[in-house]
T-cell receptor
């Protein structure tokens, strides 16, 4: 079974600084998707960024970027120019690629605090 | 697009009572997922449906939990009888097939916070 590990239960960052959240995963599959979701206090799950495993280029969405190391099974999230609104729980998630839909497997999350 | 709609947003019930959580997926989405979120266990998949058919219910904790999807626009998660350890946030999410979208994630509802006292 696939597992996702987030080794940092809590992180903090100064406003305008950069922070990196770690994620590792375990799978025997070669084709899959990886995601980072943000959950603010409103508890809404918001997709931040996604990565297809067959793409070597790291995904980027504005201030958010990933460092995808397929051989190491690592998928870290970098947040640049951190803002107060970035404070939230961040979940790393894995999804096996299939012709149909497959479930997301989540890590336990990292709580990010942003210090003004 | 109204998104995935879950009701109720909050539910407080007494131990032993039946609880029904509801979910309306996004129109046209063919997959629906129920997750449970707790501090201790994080986000756990309970069950998911493809084209209204349950595919994997191995995450359903015990026989007290049941889920149905009678049509493409509605699903329920029922707990009978409820217990205090069922207290959690329950999320519903829906998705188009990967072949039909470049967006390979899910759209989540706002969740139902269940408290069993």
């Amino acid at each position: 079974a696939q597992t996702v590990t987030q080794s940092q239960p809590e992180m903090s960052v100064q406003e305008a600084e950069t922070v990196t959240l770690s994620c590792t995963y375990d799978t025997s599959e070669s084709d899959y998707y990886l995601f980072w979701y943000k959950q603010p206090p409103s508890r809404q799950m918001i997709l931040v960024i996604r990565q297809e495993a067959y793409k070597q280029q790291n995904a980027t969405e504005n201030r958010f970027s990933v460092n995808f190391q397929k051989a190491a099974k690592s998928f870290s999230l970098k947040i640049s120019d951190s803002q107060l609104g970035d404070a939230a729980m961040y979940f790393c998630a894995y999804r096996r690629r299939n012709s149909g839909n497959t479930p997301l497997v989540f890590g336990k999350g990292t709580r990010l605090s942003v210090i003004a | 697009d109204a998104g995935v709609i879950q009701s109720p947003r909050h539910e407080v019930t007494e131990m032993g009572q039946e609880v029904t959580l509801r979910c309306k997926p996004i129109s046209g989405h063919n997959s629906l997922f129920w997750y449970r979120q707790t501090m201790m266990r994080g986000l756990e998949l309970l069950i998911y449906f493809n084209n209204n058919v349950p595919i994997d219910d191995s995450g359903m904790p015990e026989d007290r939990f049941s889920a149905k999807m009678p049509n493409a626009s509605f699903s329920t998660l029922k707990i009978q009888p409820s217990e205090p350890r069922d207290s959690a946030v329950y999320f519903c999410a829906s998705s188009l097939p990967p072949s039909k979208t470049l967006f390979y994630g899910y759209t989540f509802g706002s969740g139902t916070r269940l408290t069993v006292v």
